[in-house]
């Protein structure tokens, strides 16, 4: 793993607030968690949206199966320096989650198994959340979706009226305690429920 300042995690949190929405790198529990629906015996292609440095993305990387495309977004050129040098095995993206589709199309992308959200969604603008939403209502047939938390439980009812069917996974042993909603199926009126203003 490449050096990384124990402090960047934490100036940029103080600095962009909502856009990091997290003081420190998730654990590697929570990146278990993220990763609990990639299938290391079946090729899939992965999709993750706000990477940062890294920490779930090696999990990710990890369990993988061999022949599986992991594309790893990130908007932030320092977090996506750090991620592109310590996980080789994922395709390092700097981008805007807007750009998604076209990102995607460039890289031959037809069609995703599943998406890792480490995105605040909750706290993002509407518009963003649209992009992300619109783009996911686009694929056929809709990948499975795992979004994390750092707040259990909170935001449920959210993703219930977002996906047919959620379950979460706790985990205690982040700092604070977080999780991972695991969803499938986008609402017939997913449209009405987007937070963010």
Not at 119 to 133: D, G, H, K, Y
Request: glycine share 6%; with cysteine; net charge positive.
């Amino acid at each position: 793993m490449s050096a990384y300042p124990p402090l960047l995690f934490l100036r940029k949190f103080l600095r962009e607030g909502t856009r990091v929405a997290s003081v420190a790198p998730s654990s590697r529990s929570l990146g278990r968690a993220m990763s609990s629906q990639i299938d290391p015996h079946r090729p899939q292609t992965i999709v993750e949206l706000g990477a940062g440095s890294g920490a779930v993305t090696r999990i990710a990387a990890a369990r993988m199966h061999p022949q599986s495309r992991l594309i790893a977004v990130e908007v932030d050129p320092e977090f996506h320096r750090v991620l592109a040098a310590d996980v080789p095995a994922a395709e390092a993206v700097l981008a805007d989650v807007r750009e998604l589709p076209a990102q995607l199309a460039a890289r031959g992308v037809q069609q995703v198994d599943l998406v890792l959200d480490c995105l605040p969604t909750p706290s993002l603008p509407r518009a963003i959340n649209a992009a992300v939403f619109d783009w996911l209502a686009s694929l056929a047939p809709t990948p499975a979706f795992s979004q994390m938390t750092v707040m259990p439980w909170v935001y449920r009812p959210l993703y219930r009226r977002l996906f047919r069917r959620v379950e979460f996974e706790l985990v205690l042993a982040n700092m604070p305690p977080g999780g991972a909603y695991h969803c499938t199926g986008l609402q017939p009126d997913w449209q009405r429920h987007l937070p963010g203003r």
